[in-house]
């Protein structure tokens, strides 16, 4: 699953807990928060101009393309632990590489540099995407129809 246009160039969490990714140059820009009053996390998603001329959207009539394009540009995923913990084995201090990348587990970002920093090249190999993502693509195919002419 290669990141090349996935969210993640910039991720920033201020004091109330709000997790940004992206940024203002960025193709797309994105928001999360959780939010009490209808008990529920909310992720917003802003993709900006650049990205939906590449994706031939410049219209109301072309938002249809955005059930297609989104899920393209935003996945969730988990660290195959397995298949990571086989490839460390091979290096040298495996055990050490271990034990600093289950320490650093709960960023998918700090994993990631923690790894090229000890070697590991291709981080996206050892992920696999994460059920929500079902869920997702659910969400926004009932939200095409909305948008479908009648």
């Not at 209808?38 to 990205?51: D, P, T």
């Not at 994706?55 to 938002?63: G, N, R, V």
């Not at 696999?128 to 002419?149: G, Q, Y």
Request: proline letters at 3%; glycine letters at 6%.
């Amino acid at each position: 699953m290669p990141f090349s246009e996935r969210v993640g160039a910039v991720h920033k969490q201020d004091k109330d807990r709000v997790s940004y990714w992206g940024g203002r140059k960025c193709d797309k820009f994105v928001r999360c928060y959780e939010k009490p009053e209808v008990a529920s996390f909310r992720v917003e998603v802003e993709l900006h101009s650049q990205l939906l001329r590449r994706k031939h959207i410049s219209t109301l009539d072309d938002f249809d393309g955005l059930a297609v394009t989104i899920p393209k540009h935003f996945r969730f995923a988990d660290v195959d632990w397995d298949r990571l913990e086989q490839h460390l084995r091979r290096k040298r201090h495996s055990q050490a590489l271990i034990a600093g990348a289950r320490k650093r587990g709960s960023s998918l970002s700090r994993l990631r540099r923690y790894l090229g920093k000890h070697g590991v090249t291709n981080f996206h190999r050892f992920l696999k995407p994460h059920p929500l993502n079902k869920k997702i693509d659910r969400a926004l195919t009932s939200w095409l129809r909305h948008f479908e002419v009648v």
